[in-house]
């Protein structure tokens, strides 16, 4: 028994370490990580209570063809002051209930105004989050590119200690100069603030990624992956074609439509009739007692049922300069200034695509450029290394192809790096399919 429940405890301990270090630590890929921040992204759980809300109105919207409801329960009494009727009233109870149902071609109106709003909430909830994938994926491919700049300058790093540790056995052999060994060594510690740097900068953006992913900052992420050898296929013509299908385009039309919607109801709400329909029903009961005797007389009762159809026609608001008129007319402006600001967004977006379009393009040459000089900066440094380990050149020649290949790597992946970058925000404009 005993050992039997050494074994429970064990698997136990396991199962809980284990549960610990899953919770300690998350692996992520693209994919996985756009995904973690659509659930757990606190601005967009903010916005989809908009979106519920909106589609709360849109289903309950039936209750603009409930009537009105009012149950009333009084009770009051009455007396002679002055005058002698011989009449006492001593207390009187009446209940009632009423239905008004008013009729107005507005109702339409209003109901399209609830699916307006639907709309507007649904494509703001959804431009939320491209948002939220555009600056995640940026993120994410910063930190791979970032990553692998730590790794090339740990290996820069490395090589340059190793390189020293060749020129100061040298030195101390007499084979090299002290000027050759302090150069070495000098470069050595000019490359340990970079390193350091790039470490910090790598660590605040891993920050910033869990706070859009919503994860714990004590979380461990690994992330998987690589930059993305993109490259853009469509036409600057074919893009600009594209501009009027955007959500931001599509957001401004339904805003409009909004407007005019909610228009159009005031004023068919304020200058139409309106047909009300109205039902009732009450009960009386009084105590009466004569005055000479002050005896109460048994209760009597009374009830009556009414009803009426009766047709509202509205005059003040077809006055001018009415407050309906006024409320009105600032709508026409509002409406006039969405238009005013579509365009100007609209001929913004164009500008944004063709600069976006132009620097990808530059961005591309820079890239065969820079893939070219990695190359060749490769060569000459094996050949300087070979040529100082034959004695033709001091080991600063070494040391200076060694930055050179340096340089170009690092030099390509920014490229690499901004490319993508570029690539994503053009995609988040004119919501281009990077699949």
Same mark, same amino acid.
């Given at each position: 028994?005993?050992?039997?429940?050494?074994? *429970?405890?064990?698997?136990?301990?396991?199962?809980?370490?284990?549960?610990?270090?899953?919770?300690?630590?998350?692996?992520?890929?693209?994919?996985?990580?756009?995904?973690?921040?659509?659930?757990?992204?606190?601005?967009?759980?903010?916005?989809?209570?908009?979106?519920?809300?909106?589609?709360?109105?849109?289903?309950?919207?039936?209750?603009?063809?409930?009537?009105?409801?009012?149950?009333?329960?009084?009770?009051?009494?009455?007396?002679?002051?002055?005058?002698?009727?011989?009449?006492?009233?001593?207390?009187?109870?009446?209940?009632?209930?009423?239905?008004?149902?008013?009729?107005?071609?507005?109702?339409?109106?209003?109901?399209?105004?609830?699916?307006?709003?639907?709309?507007?909430?649904?494509?703001?909830?959804?431009?939320?989050?491209?948002?939220?994938?555009?600056?995640?994926?940026?993120?994410?491919?910063?930190?791979?590119?970032?990553?692998?700049?730590?790794?090339?300058?740990?290996?820069?790093?490395?090589?340059?200690?190793?390189?020293?540790?060749?020129?100061?056995?040298?030195?101390?052999?007499?084979?090299?100069?002290?000027?050759?060994?302090?150069?070495?060594?000098?470069?050595?510690?000019?490359?340990?603030?970079?390193?350091?740097?790039?470490?910090?900068?790598?660590?605040?953006?891993?920050?910033?990624?869990?706070?859009?992913?919503?994860?714990?900052?004590?979380?461990?992420?690994?992330?998987?992956?690589?930059?993305?050898?993109?490259?853009?296929?469509?036409?600057?013509?074919?893009?600009?074609?594209?501009?009027?299908?955007?959500?931001?385009?599509?957001?401004?039309?339904?805003?409009?439509?909004?407007?005019?919607?909610?228009?159009?109801?005031?004023?068919?709400?304020?200058?139409?009739?309106?047909?009300?329909?109205?039902?009732? *029903?009450?009960?009386?009961?009084?105590?009466?007692?004569?005055?000479?005797?002050?005896?109460?007389?048994?209760?009597?009762?009374?009830?009556?049922?009414?009803?009426?159809?009766?047709?509202?026609?509205?005059?003040?608001?077809?006055?001018?300069?009415?407050?309906?008129?006024?409320?009105?007319?600032?709508?026409?402006?509002?409406?006039?200034?969405?238009?005013?600001?579509?365009?100007?967004?609209?001929?913004?977006?164009?500008?944004?695509?063709?600069?976006?379009?132009?620097?990808?393009?530059?961005?591309?040459?820079?890239?065969?450029?820079?893939?070219?000089?990695?190359?060749?900066?490769?060569?000459?440094?094996?050949?300087?290394?070979?040529? *100082?380990?034959?004695? *033709?050149?001091?080991?600063?020649?070494?040391?200076?192809?060694?930055?050179?290949?340096?340089?170009?790597?690092?030099?390509?992946?920014?490229?690499?790096?901004?490319?993508?970058?570029?690539?994503?925000?053009?995609?988040?404009?004119?919501?281009?399919?990077?699949?």
């Amino acid at each position: 028994m005993k050992l039997l429940r050494y074994i *429970y405890v064990l698997m136990f301990l396991t199962c809980c370490v284990m549960t610990t270090a899953y919770a300690s630590t998350l692996q992520l890929t693209l994919d996985d990580a756009i995904a973690l921040a659509k659930r757990q992204n606190l601005n967009l759980q903010s916005q989809m209570i908009d979106v519920q809300q909106a589609r709360r109105d849109v289903d309950t919207s039936w209750n603009l063809f409930l009537p009105t409801v009012n149950l009333t329960l009084s009770h009051g009494g009455q007396n002679d002051v002055f005058s002698n009727s011989g009449v006492k009233v001593i207390s009187g109870l009446r209940a009632g209930l009423s239905v008004e149902f008013p009729l107005n071609l507005a109702v339409k109106d209003q109901l399209d105004s609830y699916n307006l709003a639907y709309s507007i909430q649904q494509v703001t909830y959804a431009q939320a989050q491209a948002e939220i994938e555009r600056n995640v994926t940026k993120l994410f491919y910063y930190l791979l590119a970032e990553s692998e700049n730590l790794a090339l300058q740990q290996k820069n790093l490395e090589l340059a200690e190793k390189q020293y540790e060749k020129v100061r056995i040298n030195y101390e052999s007499g084979f090299a100069s002290e000027l050759e060994m302090l150069s070495s060594r000098l470069g050595v510690d000019q490359l340990r603030p970079s390193f350091h740097q790039s470490q910090n900068t790598y660590e605040a953006q891993m920050l910033a990624l869990k706070a859009l992913l919503g994860v714990d900052f004590d979380t461990e992420l690994l992330l998987e992956g690589t930059l993305p050898n993109w490259s853009l296929e469509e036409t600057l013509d074919e893009l600009r074609g594209q501009i009027g299908s955007t959500r931001t385009m599509q957001l401004f039309a339904l805003q409009a439509a909004s407007i005019e919607s909610g228009k159009l109801a005031q004023g068919k709400a304020a200058l139409t009739p309106t047909l009300m329909i109205s039902a009732g *029903y009450s009960i009386d009961t009084k105590a009466i007692s004569p005055a000479p005797s002050f005896v109460p007389t048994p209760n009597v009762w009374s009830d009556v049922a009414q009803y009426s159809i009766s047709l509202v026609v509205p005059l003040d608001s077809h006055i001018p300069g009415s407050s309906t008129k006024v409320s009105l007319e600032k709508m026409d402006n509002s409406l006039r200034k969405l238009n005013f600001e579509r365009e100007q967004t609209r001929m913004q977006l164009e500008q944004s695509v063709i600069t976006q379009v132009r620097a990808l393009e530059n961005l591309q040459k820079q890239r065969e450029v820079a893939q070219s000089n990695l190359e060749l900066a490769q060569r000459v440094y094996e050949m300087h290394l070979i040529q *100082y380990e034959g004695g *033709y050149v001091d080991y600063l020649s070494v040391e200076n192809a060694q930055q050179d290949v340096f340089s170009a790597e690092q030099n390509l992946l920014f490229l690499d790096y901004q490319y993508a970058s570029a690539l994503v925000d053009l995609a988040y404009d004119i919501q281009l399919d990077l699949n």
